[in-house]
């Protein structure tokens, strides 16, 4: 991830006005080769990350939002056609299938999903207190320091704490990347 990150900031490095076709290509092609081979792996979740890290650095980047717009929703129809004909696993259909419906299987493949919102709840205004929350402590939400990690911050810190978090993320996003001249 880390490797995806430096090498497509490598890419748009040196970039004057707009961006430049090829540039995009390069970019997407990467993505592409390393989506092939973790999905080789059977892991799909990275895949998703990897996805994400592209779209954050193509906007810092300046990517046009009408060629950012047009790759997620080939994205979204990539997806769709994995899961319809067959060729995306059993276990990551489930996933997504807990994602829209937590209704779906709630003591099987939902049961995650239907954790974290009852852990997530749980918080109320200010939350539990630091390594305080009954659902985490108590081990009701598996996965909670990777998969899950927002709930178990929003049980512990409450809506005080997840607005917070969410606030702060935003002045970093939102804030523009140095301009670093070279020469």
């Known amino acids: 991830k880390l490797a995806l990150l430096v090498t497509l900031a490598a890419i ?5 006005g707009s961006i430049e076709p090829h540039r995009i290509a390069g970019a997407l092609g990467i993505l592409g080769i390393m989506s092939v081979l973790v999905l080789a792996e059977g892991e ?9 890290i592209t779209l954050g650095i193509f906007h810092v980047a300046g990517v046009p939002g009408r060629v950012m717009f047009l790759l997620v929703v080939s994205g979204f129809a990539l997806m769709s ?7 995306m696993p059993d276990y ?13 299987d709630p003591r099987g493949f939902g049961y995650q999903q239907r954790q974290s919102i009852t852990t997530l709840g749980s918080g109320g205004l200010t939350g539990q207190g630091l390594l305080s929350g009954p659902q985490t402590q108590s081990g ?3 996965e909670q320091e990777t998969d ?12 005080v704490g997840t607005a917070t978090l969410i606030v ?9 990347p140095p301009t670093v001249r070279c020469g």
């Not at 702060?168 to 523009?176: A, T």
């Open 12 to 16: 748009f490095t040196g970039r004057t």
């Open 44 to 52: 799909t979740g990275s895949v998703f990350v990897y996805c994400a």
């Open 81 to 87: 056609v994995a899961y319809q004909t067959g060729l």
């Open 92 to 104: 990551a259909k489930n996933r997504l299938t807990a994602f829209v419906d937590e209704e779906a």
């Open 140 to 142: 009701f939400l598996p």
């Open 148 to 159: 899950f990690i927002f709930a178990a911050w929003g049980e512990e810190t409450g809506f």
């Open 168 to 176: 702060l993320e935003g002045v970093v996003l939102s804030r523009q």
